[in-house]
């Protein structure tokens, strides 16, 4: 099992720029997530969603969107891409009842 | 919305010192999760906690949620350099049944000095 894998792991973008972020995860969970890091702090949920097809909104989902095809992708889109966007950003994904495992993250820097 | 609160933010112990971490949260806690976090790397699960006065512990890493469910607890005993790290206590708000939309606190940053 490779787990949750993402990528890339370094990206750096100009501002108004898009991009996708991709999460994959091999576990069969129906569960999966999208946080954000900023430096010094905890994390912040941006999106989840509990199966195919079905996403919400977490706790910072302004200038992001998600998408759910399959149970195994769960991409993240920023469409124009801002400063306060910088951040080190993780997927994660999860059983029902049972604990999150988390991908390895991406960088991501706007200037 | 729920808030979670750890203390201390950082923290520097020779090794072999025991040492505990706390984690508060303005609500009652339905889940409460500890990770571990690697500098620049992913999370590590270490353990969940759901009842009332439940303890886990897992070789020297002991974890406690206290009776009412809104403070928790990572006790570390005899630290080595493997225990650096930064941890994370997440919460589990319950608005939404097994979908654990956590809220995370900001961190203890842990240093173990030789």
């Known amino acids: 099992n490779a787990g949750v894998t993402q990528t890339p792991k370094f990206r750096i973008l100009k501002i108004g720029q898009s991009m996708t972020l991709q999460c994959a995860q091999d576990m069969n969970h129906n569960y999966m997530y999208w946080y954000r890091q900023d430096p010094g702090m905890g994390l912040k949920l941006i999106y989840y969603s509990v199966g195919a097809g079905i996403t919400d909104k977490g706790e910072v989902p302004n200038g992001y969107n998600v998408s759910r095809s399959t149970t195994e992708d769960f991409p993240l889109r920023l469409e124009l891409a801002a400063p306060s966007q910088t951040s080190v950003y993780f997927c994660a994904s999860a059983r029902l009842w049972n604990e999150q495992f988390f991908g390895p993250g991406t960088r991501l820097t706007v200037l | ?114």
């Not at chain 2, 090794?15 to 984690?23: A, P, Q, S, V």
């Not at chain 2, 809104?70 to 979908?99: K, N, R």
């Open chain 2, 1 to 114: 919305s729920q808030e979670l609160e750890q203390s201390p933010q950082s923290l520097i112990v020779q090794e072999g010192k025991n040492l505990t971490i706390n984690c508060t949260s303005s609500k009652t806690l339905y889940g409460l999760y500890w990770y571990k976090q690697k500098y620049g790397e992913g999370l590590i699960f270490l353990m969940m906690l759901q009842k009332g006065g439940e303890e886990k512990s897992h070789e020297k890493i002991t974890a406690k949620l206290d009776e009412k469910k809104q403070q928790s607890s990572l006790h570390i005993t005899a630290s080595q350099p493997s225990h650096a790290g930064i941890y994370l206590c997440g919460a589990d708000g319950g608005e939404v049944q097994g979908a654990q939309k956590l809220v995370f606190g900001q961190g203890t940053r842990l240093t173990i000095n030789p």
